[in-house]
């Protein structure tokens, strides 16, 4: 399995709101949802994502891949990407963020600690570490995926997000697609359709966001040519209570 945006998402993949002012808290959904991994026309394994509230009110979103059916007896890899956040007047605010990809030499682990005080943050990807200057509202590749959801549960636009993404400061630029309706194994969503291009790599992320699921995705896809489609699609989602 490639390691892309956010499947781990793909975009999920993924992305991270640019300077626009916050006076509103957003409402965090804590859920747990799961989703069939499809490379082309072939499932290849499940992705679970949640959102959780830990006890001293800061939040962990994080995804979990694994190899499934067939493709598990070729691969036993496990992807882990894991985002921790708090809010901070109003707005979502990155404190760690970690992507681990079990069984692979070729993938390195990577951490990230942002450090609002300083403007900075400091970054680890295998034995080499650096330290970046970041602007605020900057996001993780995870983090950036559920801003925009929120973003969008809260009735602003999400159009343009700043996301540190392998040790750079990257611009995702999103691009509004048409609403349309999707079935998934979970129903039938009426959903709206945000897109990412990467023009360097001929790289298109498409996102599917259910309103009546707080705008959290039922469908993410990336294609680029030469490679194969990659998809996830929604299967099963619980909402759980946040804690007192």
Same mark, same amino acid.
Request: charged share 20%; glycine share 6%.
């Given at each position: 399995?490639?390691?892309?945006?956010?499947?781990?998402?793909?975009?999920?993949?993924?992305?991270?709101?640019?300077?626009?002012?916050? *006076?509103?808290?957003?409402?965090?959904?804590?859920?747990?949802?799961?989703?069939?991994?499809?490379?082309?026309?072939?499932?290849?394994?499940?992705?679970?994502?949640?959102?959780?509230?830990?006890?001293?009110?800061?939040?962990?979103?994080?995804?979990?891949?694994?190899?499934?059916?067939?493709?598990?007896?070729?691969?036993?890899?496990?992807?882990?990407?894991?985002?921790?956040?708090?809010?901070?007047?109003?707005?979502?605010? *990155?404190?760690?963020?970690?992507?681990?990809?079990?069984?692979?030499?070729?993938?390195?682990?990577?951490?990230?600690?942002?450090?609002?005080?300083?403007?900075?943050?400091?970054?680890?990807?295998?034995?080499?570490?650096?330290?970046?200057?970041?602007?605020?509202?900057?996001?993780?590749?995870?983090?950036?995926?559920?801003?925009?959801?929120?973003?969008?549960?809260?009735?602003?636009?999400?159009?343009?997000?700043?996301?540190?993404?392998?040790?750079?400061?990257?611009?995702?630029?999103?691009?509004?697609?048409?609403?349309?309706?999707?079935?998934?194994?979970?129903?039938?969503?009426?959903?709206?359709?945000?897109?990412?291009?990467?023009?360097?790599?001929?790289?298109?992320?498409?996102?599917?966001? *259910?309103?009546?699921?707080?705008?959290?995705?039922?469908?993410?896809?990336?294609?680029?040519?030469?490679?194969?489609?990659?998809?996830?699609?929604?299967?099963?989602?619980?909402?759980?209570?946040?804690?007192?």
């Amino acid at each position: 399995m490639t390691r892309t945006p956010t499947l781990i998402l793909i975009a999920c993949a993924t992305l991270l709101v640019s300077g626009t002012a916050r *006076a509103a808290t957003p409402v965090i959904p804590l859920y747990h949802a799961s989703y069939a991994v499809n490379r082309n026309d072939f499932r290849i394994g499940t992705a679970t994502f949640s959102l959780t509230r830990n006890p001293d009110g800061s939040y962990t979103y994080q995804s979990v891949t694994r190899a499934t059916g067939l493709a598990a007896l070729f691969f036993s890899d496990v992807i882990t990407e894991t985002s921790e956040f708090t809010l901070n007047g109003g707005h979502v605010q *990155a404190q760690r963020y970690a992507y681990t990809h079990s069984n692979n030499d070729h993938d390195a682990p990577e951490h990230i600690r942002f450090d609002w005080k300083t403007g900075s943050a400091q970054l680890g990807e295998g034995k080499s570490s650096k330290s970046v200057r970041i602007a605020s509202d900057t996001y993780d590749r995870a983090l950036a995926q559920l801003a925009i959801s929120l973003d969008l549960a809260a009735g602003k636009p999400a159009t343009n997000y700043t996301v540190l993404d392998h040790g750079k400061l990257t611009h995702y630029r999103m691009q509004q697609g048409k609403d349309t309706q999707l079935h998934t194994p979970d129903g039938n969503y009426q959903v709206i359709e945000l897109l990412r291009k990467n023009e360097k790599k001929k790289r298109t992320t498409t996102l599917w966001l *259910a309103p009546k699921l707080d705008y959290l995705p039922v469908k993410i896809k990336q294609t680029e040519p030469g490679k194969a489609t990659i998809t996830l699609t929604l299967t099963s989602i619980k909402f759980d209570m946040p804690s007192s």
